[in-house]
Antibody
Framework: EVKLQQSGDELVRPGASVKISCKASGYTFTNYAMYWVKQSPGQGLEWIGTIIPLIDTTSYNQKFKGKATLTADKSSNTAYMELSRLTSEDSAVYYC?????????????WGQGVMVTVSS | DIQMTQSPPSLSASLGDKVTITCQTSQNINKYIAWYQQKPGKAPRLLIGFTSRLVSGIPSRFSGSGSGRDYSFSISNVESEDIASYYCLQYDNSPPTFGGGTKLELK
């Protein structure tokens, strides 16, 4: 069974950073890319970036360059997203989702989401 | 980036109704569109890929069609468990982009 298990909800101070994990199981980690998606409260879905663990390549939505950093650990089948210099605008639910390495496949499995709350 | 214009933003239906949601894209996406269902507090769930391919285990009352820049998603015989928000996603071009969503409510 394919599963993407994300880390727990976070309460963080403005200006701080947070690192979210997404542990994959039930498939070969390097056969798929991992996408990260933001959902602000009551809002729609927004692509943040993608990492292809097979070749350690990342791509980012221009809006999130400098804000998000994606990494992957092939030894533990885990993808990570670090968000830096947090502000209230970063309070949202963040999802990881997998799709094929070479594009042209939809996001088929999603993590359960991590709610990040930025507050002093 | 490809813009996705999804409509309507909200929809009210009675049990047993047929409802249709549309997504118009800013350029041809060659049928690379998917449809997702999202319930409150849950992750989106893939229902349909490549315009009309129903994911295994998804009821046949869900369907999709379209080509070029115009796509639609329908639910025939709406059931109470279908009350949710629905999103389209284009994955023809990077970056992948989502429609704004449609909230389906019971009349």
């Amino acid at each position: 069974e394919v599963k993407l298990q994300q880390s727990g909800d976070e309460l963080v101070r403005p200006g701080a950073s947070v690192k979210i994990s997404c542990k994959a199981s039930g498939y070969t980690f390097t056969n798929y890319a991992m996408y990260w998606v933001k959902q602000s409260p009551g809002q729609g879905l927004e692509w943040i970036g993608t990492i292809i663990p097979l070749i350690d390549t990342t791509s980012y939505n221009q809006k999130f360059k400098g804000k998000a950093t994606l990494t992957a650990d092939k030894s533990s089948n885990t993808a990570y997203m670090e968000l830096s210099r947090l502000t209230s605008e970063d309070s949202a639910v963040y999802y990881c989702a997998r799709a094929g390495n070479y594009g042209y496949t939809p996001f088929d499995y999603w993590g359960q989401g991590v709610m990040v709350t930025v507050s002093s | 980036d490809i813009q996705m214009t999804q409509s309507p933003p909200s929809l009210s239906a009675s049990l047993g109704d047929k409802v249709t949601i549309t997504c118009q894209t800013s350029q041809n996406i060659n049928k690379y569109i998917a449809w997702y269902q999202q319930k409150p507090g849950k992750a989106p769930r893939l229902l349909i890929g490549f315009t009309s391919r129903l994911v295994s285990g998804i009821p046949s009352r869900f369907s999709g069609s379209g080509s070029g820049r115009d796509y639609s998603f329908s639910i025939s015989n709406v059931e109470s468990e279908d009350i949710a928000s629905y999103y389209c996603l284009q994955y023809d071009n990077s970056p992948p982009t989502f429609g704004g969503g449609t909230k389906l409510e019971l009349k």
